[in-house]
């Protein structure tokens, strides 16, 4: 595993209480960073901003470009673009969306008019376009691209379904590291936020997640949380796989919604949006 170098910045954010928002209704789930702004240097071309109750922003910098990965929520861009100004004064060329929730899409319109572009799964762009018309991707694929900074190749893929019905994972084959999104997020112990407003599916999600430990990587950055590595990741599949047996098989025994929830709560630490939003569409689904 990489070696990473934290640096404590000199700038503040507010811990704002967010439970929802942005499109498909799901917002912020957790893992948060802390309340000042910390960039982690990953490698000397892939430097992790981390603060608040948004989702991680990656900038991968290269022969004098940069791409971010995700943007945080609106009210986080000045912030995010102070911490970035640290690093490189380089122009941000790409934006990628690992997936629609406002946590990681709120500064597109903000990029975007600095001539960033946006890209996303067809799937994120058609989900996101249903509430709401500003900061959608200019820039979609259905499974696969490959994006070229400057000679730094990054591949996307849209891999089925989990978290949402259009998350992505970023892939950076020379330095064998994977951004996971929401797909793989941490919250402290594990925790599933499966938004079925957006596509989410707990049947699905175990099987999207043996495709991406196919690819060849041992780092790993989540869309909330630090940097951890492959083994936590296959954890977390196995995780996702014991939520998907236990519910199927209490359905096959008649046992009610409160008992599985119960059960969630207890056994699988499930609270709050968790439940909320994955609880009855779970039931409904397997």
Do not use: C
Request: glycine share 10%; charged share 20%.
């Amino acid at each position: 595993m990489a070696n990473f170098v934290s640096r404590r910045l000199p700038a503040s954010a507010a811990l704002l209480l967010m439970a929802l928002g942005g499109a498909g209704n799901v917002s912020a789930q957790g893992g948060f960073g802390p309340p000042e702004p910390v960039i982690v240097s990953v490698t000397d071309n892939v430097h992790i901003i981390r603060f608040g109750m948004a989702g991680n922003v990656t900038a991968l910098i290269n022969d004098g470009l940069v791409a971010l990965i995700d943007t945080k929520f609106e009210m986080d861009f000045d912030t995010v673009m102070e911490q970035l100004r640290t690093i490189t004064d380089a122009p941000v060329a790409f934006v990628i969306n690992t997936h629609l929730h406002g946590d990681h899409t709120g500064g597109n319109v903000q990029l975007q008019a600095l001539q960033a572009k946006v890209i996303a799964s067809a799937n994120a762009r058609r989900i996101m376009s249903e509430t709401r018309d500003t900061g959608l991707a200019d820039i979609t694929f259905d499974e696969h691209m490959r994006l070229h900074l400057g000679d730094m190749p990054l591949d996307l893929y849209y891999l089925g379904r989990g978290h949402t019905d259009g998350d992505i994972f970023i892939h950076l084959p020379e330095d064998r590291i994977l951004f996971t999104g929401d797909q793989f997020a941490l919250w402290g112990e594990y925790d599933a936020v499966i938004d079925y407003a957006s596509g989410g599916s707990a049947r699905e999600w175990p099987r999207t997640l043996d495709k991406a430990l196919a690819l060849d990587f041992e780092t790993v950055v989540p869309g909330h949380s630090g940097v951890t590595d492959r083994a936590m990741m296959t954890g977390y599949r196995d995780y996702l796989v014991r939520i998907r047996d236990t519910v199927a098989q209490m359905k096959r025994q008649g046992r009610t919604r409160e008992e599985i929830q119960e059960v969630m709560e207890t056994e699988f630490g499930w609270s709050g949006l968790s439940v909320r939003v994955g609880v009855d569409g779970m039931i409904a689904e397997l």
